[in-house]
Every structure is written in structure tokens, then in C-alpha cells.
């Protein structure tokens, strides 16, 4: 446990990277308008969903067969749907909290919704004072059967807002390459603040300090991706870890959004779920009453 006196000098050493350290700088500056394009956009997610499948029953097994464990066996699953994000208030006082939202539209390639009926519950939704309208583009993937789903990772980049950034103190490891691009890597842990790593696990719900890296292109100081882990102890069993990895890059109008995100849960050397997002198509929409979309191509982000 960290004394009083310790906890200063992490302060101490996240304020003065903050300020002297210009790849954080604009990783601050990218976050906070990040969280200005949040309530303009509207895009398409495609989900593939692999995951460990439970016994529905007890197998008795006698003779060779007793002795021989079963190999894992898996379903998997892909959703495609309409996809933003939406603020939620508990009351006027609160600043609130960003959410990923959907409307599913094919479920294993068996159509569920119309595309352009959808896009507008959707928006009419986002607009909407009414809360219970809004939260209802919540539930969409526990309606739809996924059991280990992992959503919010493509809002990580709002960690490192600059209200935010003293809460985490950073030591830079080097410098890897994301595709073409070279990229200064940062190891980073929090210190304050109350966004936490939400783990489900069996019946308990377990809240981690964030801890992780992240990828901040060298030549213009624009963040590329973040990785988030979690590690779960449980006594005489294996680690439960999690770790989720969004992708960013611009999109054709120059908005910085998420064009995927990996996450892995595993328990030893288990596989137990594995849950791959990616997104395209974004475009911004109109804030007058009408449901209008400016202009756009409709090529993914690059």
C-alpha cells in the first residue's frame, strides 16, 4: 500500500511529464476532440464473436474415454449493426458518461432490421430526452445471446483527456511500428480517478485500476492504438485475464475514431472468449429535428 508521501512524488512526476512531454500533450489534445465528434457520428459495426461453450448437461463417461480430457469446444457468432454513441445522465448535476450504442440489423447473416429504419430509431434515440429511449440501444447485444460481449473499449481514447491526464503517470518503453507508422510506445497506470476496468467474472463484479500502453504516431503525435489489461487471482484456479486493443485512425472527414478493437479473454492457456469489432462508414448527421446526414464517403476510415 502506497503511503501518503508516495503518492505526492507519482503526482509530482505525472504533472511534469504532462507539461514537458509533447507526444502527451497532443494525446490530451486528441481526446478532448474526440469527445466533441462523440454526438455527431453515427457508423457501422461488425461483430465475430468467439466463445467457450458451457455443457448444457453432465456427461457420465466410463472406461478410456473417463481418463482422456474433452478438447474445448466454441460457438461463434457475428452481429452487424448501426453504431454511435450516446451520453447518459443520472441527473442534471452529472457531467455524465459516454456509452457505445447499436441497433442490430443481421445476426449470422439472418436479417433482423432494416438498415435505414434502424439508422433512424437510432437517431431519434441519440436525440431524445427521454432516458428509457435512449438506454433501450443499450441492451441490444444481451438481447441477442452474447455471453462474454466486451463494449466501451472504442471509447478508451477518453482516458487521456486533459482533465483527465494527471490521473495516470506514464513511462515511455521505446518506439514500434503499427503498420507503416512509427510509434512512440507509452506503459501507463492509473493513479485517481474513478474510470475503472469492469470485469465480469462468474457473479462478481470486480473494478481494476486501468493499467496498459498506448501507440502515439512519432512523426505527428496522433494516438494509434490502446491496450488495456487485466489480471484476475483466483486461488487454486488459473488467472483470468483480459485484454481489449482499439485501433484508431482519421476518418475521410479528419475525425480520429476506432476502426477496431480486440478483445481476448483467457483463464491459464484457455481461450474463453475472443471478441473482434471493427468499424466503417462512419458519417456525421444533422442536429435540426430532421434525420439528415451530411455528405460523406463511405470508405473506412484510413
Known amino acids: 500500500m502506497m503511503n501518503t508521501g508516495m503518492i505526492s512524488a507519482v503526482f509530482i512526476t505525472v504533472l511534469v511529464i504532462s507539461a ?5 500533450q497532443r494525446l490530451a489534445e486528441e481526446a478532448d476532440v474526440f469527445t466533441r465528434t462523440l454526438d455527431k457520428v453515427i457508423g457501422e459495426e461488425t461483430i465475430r464473436q468467439k466463445s467457450l461453450k458451457r455443457p448444457a448437461w453432465f456427461r457420465f ?3 478410456e474415454s473417463s481418463l482422456r480430457e474433452n478438447d474445448p469446444e466454441y460457438q461463434e457468432r457475428t452481429l452487424d449493426s448501426e453504431f454511435a454513441y450516446a451520453l447518459f445522465r443520472e441527473d442534471e448535476s452529472d457531467d455524465g ?3 457505445e450504442v447499436r441497433q442490430v440489423l ?3 447473416e439472418r436479417s433482423i432490421r432494416n438498415r435505414e429504419k434502424a439508422r433512424k430509431r437510432m437517431v431519434l434515440g441519440l436525440k431524445s430526452e427521454n432516458d428509457l429511449l435512449k ?3 443499450l441492451d441490444e447485444l444481451t438481447k441477442r445471446g452474447l455471453p462474454q460481449s466486451a463494449t466501451d473499449f472504442s471509447l478508451c481514447l477518453l482516458l487521456f ?3 483527465n491526464l494527471q490521473n495516470f503517470a506514464f513511462t515511455p518503453t521505446g518506439i514500434q511500428s503499427i503498420g507503416a507508422d512509427p510509434a512512440l510506445v507509452y506503459q501507463f497506470t492509473q493513479q485517481e480517478g474513478a474510470a475503472s476496468f469492469t470485469v465480469f467474472h462468474g457473479k462478481k463484479v470486480i473494478h481494476q485500476p486501468l493499467s496498459g500502453e498506448v501507440w502515439i504516431r512519432q512523426s505527428d503525435g496522433v494516438p494509434l492504438k490502446i491496450r488495456l489489461t487485466s489480471r484476475i487471482e483466483t486461488q487454486g484456479k488459473p488467472d483470468t485475464v483480459d485484454i481489449g486493443e482499439v485501433e484508431y485512425a482519421r476518418s475521410r472527414q479528419g475525425d480520429l475514431l476506432p476502426v477496431s478493437v480486440m478483445h481476448r479473454r483467457t483463464s491459464g492457456e484457455l481461450l474463453v472468449a475472443e471478441n473482434h469489432f471493427t ?3 462512419f458519417r456525421r448527421f444533422s442536429a435540426d429535428s430532421e434525420i439528415k446526414f451530411t455528405p460523406e464517403d463511405s470508405t473506412p476510415p484510413q
Open 20 to 24: 514537458l512531454d509533447p507526444s502527451l
Open 61 to 63: 463417461r466410463i472406461g
Open 97 to 99: 458518461s459516454w456509452h
Open 106 to 108: 443481421r445476426v449470422d
Open 135 to 137: 438506454r433501450s440501444l
Open 161 to 163: 483527456r486533459t482533465t
Open 279 to 281: 468499424y466503417s462508414n
